[in-house]
């Protein structure tokens, strides 16, 4: 963990420029940080920031996903990337390096705040809605570490991650603590409960632009979907989708062609000309991430999905990121997941297999395509799931995740078992005296 102390460094250097002007914060000692409305406020800007770094959400924890999984393929010079193309992940490699400490770093700006705005005397400060959203804000982060680091689909696994749920002491980075592997079920758990106080602090806000309520409760759909307690994954997404008013839009265009929030979005991170992503860079002006010939081949003959492809220089690319401005939103999450989400859930929850054949038509209609037949057997339902996930979701950082959670991704990726998670970084391992390798790695 002592690892993240040069990039928080760097971090707060950056913060100081961009958000907390005219005082640095890294000029704070640890008792005037959280002195007012405006230094709680600027931390909570600062962790979106950290969101949207390009080793983030910026562009490459969906997309190095996507390379793992069967939707991209790299075709450009960074040995980083091609070494996740190739599905072969040593633990030198430079992404999972950098991108430990960066989440780390987020779990650590919602910390202080989470410790701190209680404490703060200020009646501009709301509060309940800094802290809601810095629950959420540490929830997503530790659930992103985990379906990264940890064998996030076993519950009984002892392989989960570090859970950092203090900040730093007196902002010494050197103190940062050496903290062992927490097991997955403990991480859930924390997760859930970050999530229940975010929930309960956040009621009645909407703002696509942040960790809303919604938001919140999309997420510990996911989260639940992912360890298995599908009746209150059930219960979150139907909430989401009957009472928070969001709309699927009837034009994929209005989803994807947009620089702004559509209809169905409940949480996108904002980009913009002066504050901008790498997905255009990457998927447009440079070979770098293309599409998986596999993927095309896929579509249902007649599925509009398949229009929101282009080939360019002979490479074959995602239009979902087409502003040259690199002003695309990225879309943390959108009703469609939230109507896949409780199919899913439906089915697993009651044993019945075409108890979530109704949410799936509603994804499909919307595509161009027929209902299903009625689904007869779990196996054809997962075929099914996973068509719809595949073909809705894709470039969009979930792919591989579905596929391990389901139990397809050594048949489908022709995995080896344990590369269905990342090595933990060499970097953190050589300075960490608690911190235990992913079975089949190499620890040095």
């Not at 997760?191 to 960790?211: C, H, Y």
């Not at 209005?254 to 169905?264: C, P, W």
């Not at 070979?287 to 007649?302: A, H, R």
Request: with cysteine.
């Amino acid at each position: 963990m002592k690892n993240i102390y040069i990039t928080l460094f760097a971090f707060l250097f950056m913060l100081s420029c961009d958000i907390l002007e005219p005082e640095p914060l890294q000029s704070l000692d640890s008792s005037t940080a959280l002195a007012d409305a405006g230094s709680a406020k600027g931390i909570l800007a600062g962790a979106y920031t950290l969101l949207q770094d390009a080793d983030y959400y910026g562009s490459e924890y969906p997309l190095n996903s996507e390379l793992l999984a069967d939707n991209a393929i790299f075709q450009g010079f960074y040995q980083s990337q091609s070494e996740l193309d190739q599905k072969l992940v040593p633990i030198t490699n430079l992404w999972i390096t950098t991108i430990w400490p960066d989440i780390y770093i987020v779990v650590n700006s919602a910390n202080l705040l989470i410790a701190g705005v209680d404490d703060i005397d200020d009646p501009a400060l709301d509060k309940d809605a800094i802290k809601g959203e810095a629950y959420a804000l540490r929830a997503l982060a530790n659930f992103d570490l985990l379906r990264v680091f940890g064998e996030h689909f076993d519950n009984s696994s002892q392989f989960g991650i570090p859970l950092l749920l203090e900040p730093i002491p007196d902002n010494d980075f050197n103190q940062i603590p050496d903290l062992a592997r927490s097991s997955v079920e403990d991480v859930y758990d924390q997760i859930i409960s970050d999530l229940d106080q975010a929930i309960a602090l956040t009621e009645g806000s909407s703002d696509t632009s942040t960790m809303n309520y919604w938001a919140a409760l999309s997420l510990r759909a996911r989260v639940n979907l992912y360890r298995g307690e599908y009746g209150q994954a059930f219960i979150d997404a139907k909430k989401v989708i009957t009472e928070g008013g969001f709309s699927l839009e009837e034009n994929l265009d209005d989803v994807f062609y947009t620089t702004d929030a559509s209809a169905e979005s409940i949480f996108e991170l904002e980009f913009n000309e002066q504050d901008q992503s790498a997905f255009n860079t990457y998927l447009y002006r440079r070979d770098e991430y293309n599409v998986d010939p596999t993927l095309l081949s896929s579509f249902e003959t007649g599925d509009l999905r398949k229009n929101y492809f282009t080939r360019l220089r002979g490479r074959n690319r995602t239009t979902k990121y087409s502003d040259n401005t690199n002003s695309n939103n990225f879309k943390i999450f959108r009703l469609a997941e939230l109507y896949l989400i409780r199919s899913e859930a439906a089915v697993f929850a009651t044993n019945d297999p075409d108890a979530g054949t109704e949410d799936l038509n509603t994804i499909r209609n919307r595509a161009g395509l027929d209902d299903l037949a009625p689904i007869l057997t779990t196996s054809q339902y997962v075929d099914a799931l996973l068509y719809e996930r595949r073909a809705e979701l894709n470039f969009e950082g979930h792919r591989f995740f579905d596929l391990v959670r389901l139990g397809k991704a050594e048949s489908v990726l022709g995995l080896e078992a344990f590369r269905k998670v990342l090595p933990i970084p060499r970097t953190e391992l050589q300075v960490s005296d608690a911190l235990v390798q992913n079975p089949g790695y190499p620890s040095n």
